[in-house]
T-cell receptor
Framework: EPEVTQTPSHQVTQMGQEVILRCVPI?????FYWYRQILGQKVEFLVS????????KSEIFDDQFSVERPDGSNFTLKIRSTKLEDSAMYFC??????????FGDGTRLSIL | SQELEQSPQSLIVQEGKNLTINCTSS?????LYWYKQKYGEGLIFLMM?????EEKSHEKITAKLDEKKQQSSLHITASQPSHAGIYLC??????????????FGTGTLLAVQP
């Protein structure tokens, strides 16, 4: 069964450094999402992406965050200058129109 | 903004017992999704409900959306250790279909004792 894959599974980064989280959505899906889950808290929406542009973003998704679909298969989330509070599990998801979102296994981001 | 509250927060049951998890929304639901999460892993899609009164089943798991579309329940029959995990309900954050952002509930941690 097709699945969403995320790399790396765990990323450790110094505060202030840039980090790029990568995702390969399910191949025929058109809608892409990033969510995050801080330890012990709810899964929170960050951004949705369709037709090569952001369709919606949350208050969390400030100027330090950006997303890109650099080619036909990858979908990336970049954090320009990481903060301690960015430490979380980041999930990528994809969906087809009117269908449920399917999630990857996540990238655990640890900021030191 | 919409809030989803799940109850109970955690649940320990003996293998073979039935259980129910509830998800209550502060606003009318325009769809409700159930996901399962194992610790340190991603969310696995279980079921999607869209119409008031709708009920769906998959293996030993049944999910219902009430007629008023403000509450959903997930029922597991004859629980097994493989059912253990965190169950999350999610709803579209805006009126419309599954292409919208999902708002998630607080989660219910289920442990099944052999």
């Amino acid at each position: 069964e097709p699945e969403v894959t995320q790399t790396p599974s765990h990323q450790v980064t110094q505060m202030g450094q840039e980090v790029i989280l990568r995702c390969v959505p399910i191949s025929n899906h058109l809608y892409f999402y990033w969510y995050r889950q801080i330890l012990g808290q709810k899964v929170e929406f960050l951004v949705s992406f369709y037709n090569n542009e952001i369709s919606e973003k949350s208050e969390i998704f400030d100027d330090q965050f950006s997303v890109e679909r650099p080619d036909g298969s990858n979908f990336t989330l970049k954090i320009r200058s990481t903060k301690l509070e960015d430490s979380a599990m980041y999930f990528c998801a994809s969906s087809d129109y009117g269908q449920p979102q399917h999630f990857g296994d996540g990238t655990r981001l640890s900021i030191l | 903004s919409q809030e989803l509250e799940q109850s109970p927060q955690s649940l320990i049951v003996q293998e073979g017992k039935n259980l129910t998890i509830n998800c209550t929304s502060s606003k009318t639901l325009y769809g409700l999704y159930w996901y399962k999460q194992k610790y340190g892993e991603g969310l696995i899609f279980l079921m999607m409900l869209q119409k008031g009164g709708e009920e769906k089943s998959h293996e030993k798991i049944t999910a219902k959306l009430d007629e008023k579309k403000q509450q959903s329940s997930l029922h597991i029959t004859a629980s097994q250790p493989s059912h253990a995990g965190i169950y999350l309900c999610g709803a579209p954050g805006n009126y419309g279909g599954a292409t919208n952002k999902l708002i998630f509930g607080t989660g219910t941690l289920l442990a099944v004792q052999p």
